[in-house]
């Protein structure tokens, strides 16, 4: 398998408006100490992301959207498309969250459209998918991730178009963890199912964990096979927080 470059990803949800660039600098500033061996993203409102990627020109933070429509332009009062995110500076854009997926109804089958929309606009489209605590109970946590790994990411996905981010919905936000064993099992159910689908081409696409990552436990999660990275929201909103997970990298 190829040497895969890992990516840390923060996802600011609905947070953030001028003064939160001087968190994104502080971040920018720590990173620069560190080695140039992983990728970082911000995953800041749209609201922000233009003024972001203008701060973040000459670091090594790049800048990504939270969500896309499925269209490009049109009557949509309210909502953002790809092109538009592009065109302000974006380089990624998550799709499919699961405050999305439960708070606005997104099916696997709009994801993947949304998805499509990302990539024909030049971005990297970050693919969340993930159990709720209820199905996880009911023993159905890799049932779900195949169903949602094959609807939610579009046949055009490749290692460069496409990041897949493991997020059980019970650990987003709680404080709570799977265990080392239950990542480590879906991560490489995951790039089983993957590398089945699109064969050796997909070995580089990089699967991230997200759900509680902290300092304190970032380590561990990014030293499991197959985790290729992080997405974290509530750690991403505090420079010493990011950059206390970005030292495990
Ligand atoms: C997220 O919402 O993508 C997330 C991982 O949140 P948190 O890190 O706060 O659990």
């Not at 991230?208 to 750690?235: C, F, P, Q, R, T």
Request: aromatic share 4%; glycine share 10%.
């Amino acid at each position: 398998t190829p040497a895969i470059r890992p990516l840390l990803a923060g996802n600011w949800k609905m947070n953030g408006t001028a003064s939160a660039l001087a968190t994104l600098e502080a971040i920018a500033a720590g990173i620069a100490h560190l080695p140039d061996v992983f990728d970082t993203l911000l995953c800041t409102p749209a609201t922000l992301v233009h003024r972001a990627a203008s701060a973040a020109k000459a670091t090594r933070i790049q800048i990504g959207g939270q969500d896309c429509h499925t269209g490009q332009v049109g009557a949509h009062t309210g909502d953002v498309s790809a092109d538009m995110l592009a065109d302000c500076g974006a380089r990624f854009v998550i799709v499919g969250h699961s405050e999305r997926r439960a708070d606005h109804a997104e099916t696997d089958d709009l994801v993947c459209r949304k998805a499509r929309a990302a990539i024909a606009s030049g971005l990297t489209a970050i693919v969340c998918i993930g159990e709720t605590g209820a199905e996880k109970a009911q023993g159905k946590t890799l049932a779900v991730v195949e169903r949602q790994l094959l609807k939610s990411v579009p046949d055009s996905a490749t290692p460069r178009n496409v990041v897949v981010a493991y997020e059980p919905v019970w650990a987003i936000g709680t404080g709570l963890t799977p265990t080392v064993k239950d990542v480590a099992e879906v991560h490489r159910f995951m790039r089983d199912q993957l590398s089945a689908r699109f064969g050796s081409e997909c070995a580089g696409m990089r699967l991230l964990y997200g759900g509680s990552v902290k300092g304190a436990n970032a380590h561990e999660l990014m030293g499991i096979d197959h985790v290729d990275g992080a997405l974290v929201g509530g750690a991403s909103l505090k420079a010493e927080d990011f950059l206390s997970i970005a030292r495990a990298f």
